[in-house]
């Protein structure tokens, strides 16, 4: 368990490096002006329009107060939402594994490894994992920061923060949208909902280690219920998030409006916080909370206990049908 605890840290560890180490700083040089600040605004919140060479929609309109409703949208719910999905979960999951514990394999490890993904399958969760992980922690800056973060710090400081998250921000969305497009097309098979899923949401997949839950060990295919809510979560926010992010990455490949970007940041945001809370789940039942599960996403096999505890169904499917392989 400390061995993926130290590799997530490492990950993360990472992240945040390559954001911090930015330091790249621009101040412009203030504008003398003889109106004061207060004039300035009434001017612009009357509408008052102006020349320029522009000749794009509102290209005389210096701002648009009918859009700042999207502002207000960001500061007051969609930002504090985006820390709640990342900083509540983790805070949730640490109390629930502090009180219940985490799922023991049933007489430990076998130490035989079953065959689960192949190489291929690996590459691409790892292409899809870690950009996206990059993108929830540049992304929490960039939506967040302003709110949660900038009053604490120094405004130098503040901007490299924000150059480097605006950076690596672009430069992770094609291989997340890379990733999301395989995993979606080649995994979306194995993912059907079933009748037994039912059961295994009512016993909650057998995690609890109290009360009528208790030794609970609900059947489950290839994937469990559980992952397949994420998965189509992961689908359909993905998708959200993509074109959203095609969007804002290229506006004027797309030439859509100044509303219409804004609407696509509103969805971006709203996706990214549903994509960021799945995510922790999903990295604490692969890594702490299920004993022996991340083993499958590093070599691509499991141990034969965990297959036949948490996958029986698809474990015994493998064994009739002659297609279960041990690693040599």
């Known amino acids: 368990m400390n061995r993926w605890f130290k590799q997530i840290g490492l990950t993360i560890a990472i992240a945040v ?4 180490s930015a330091l790249a700083f621009a101040q412009a040089d203030p504008v003398q002006t003889t109106a ?4 300035i605004w009434s001017h612009l919140k009357a509408g008052v329009t102006g020349e320029t060479t522009s000749h794009g929609e509102f290209h005389n309109q210096p701002i648009n107060t009918y859009d700042l409703r999207v502002l207000e949208l960001r500061s007051d719910l969609l930002a504090p939402a985006l820390m709640a999905a990342l900083f509540g979960m983790i805070i949730i999951f640490v109390v629930f594994i502090k009180i219940n514990g985490i799922s023991k394999l049933h007489g430990g490890y076998s130490g035989k490894l079953v065959y689960r993904w192949s190489k291929f399958d690996v590459s691409i969760h790892w292409l899809g994992a870690i950009p996206c992980l990059l993108l ?5 800056v960039l939506l967040s920061g302003r709110y949660f973060f900038q009053p604490y710090i120094g405004e130098g400081f503040w901007s490299g923060l924000v150059y480097a998250a605006k950076q690596i921000h672009d430069f992770m969305a094609i291989p997340f949208m890379l990733g999301w497009a395989l995993m979606v097309a080649l995994w979306a098979k194995n993912q059907l909902p079933k009748m037994y899923d039912i059961k295994w949401m009512m016993v909650v997949g057998g995690y609890i280690n109290f009360g009528p839950f208790k030794g609970k060990h609900p059947d489950a295919g290839f994937a469990n219920a559980g992952e397949k809510m994420w998965f189509w ?4 926010f993905g998708l959200i998030i993509s074109v959203s992010g ?3 990455l ?7 409006s100044r509303t219409t970007m804004l609407i696509a940041l509103a969805l971006h945001s709203i996706s990214a916080i549903v994509i960021c809370a799945f995510s922790i789940v999903h990295i604490f039942m692969a890594t702490v909370m299920s004993e022996g599960g991340m083993e499958c996403m590093v070599s691509g096999y499991c141990d034969e206990t965990w297959a036949s505890q948490h996958h029986n169904l ?3 499917e493998i064994k009739a049908n002659g297609t279960l392989k041990y690693k040599d």
């Not at 004061?36 to 004039?39: C, H, K, S, V």
């Not at 929830?136 to 929490?140: E, S, V």
């Not at 979560?233 to 359909?236: I, Q, T």
Request: charged share 10%.
């Open 250 to 256: 290229f506006p004027n490949l797309f030439d859509v």
């Open 314 to 316: 698809w474990f015994d």
């Open 233 to 236: 979560a992961f689908a359909l």
């Open 136 to 140: 929830i922690l540049t992304g929490l």
């Open 36 to 39: 004061t600040e207060g004039q």
């Open 17 to 20: 490096s390559m954001m911090f």
């Open 246 to 248: 095609m969007m804002l």
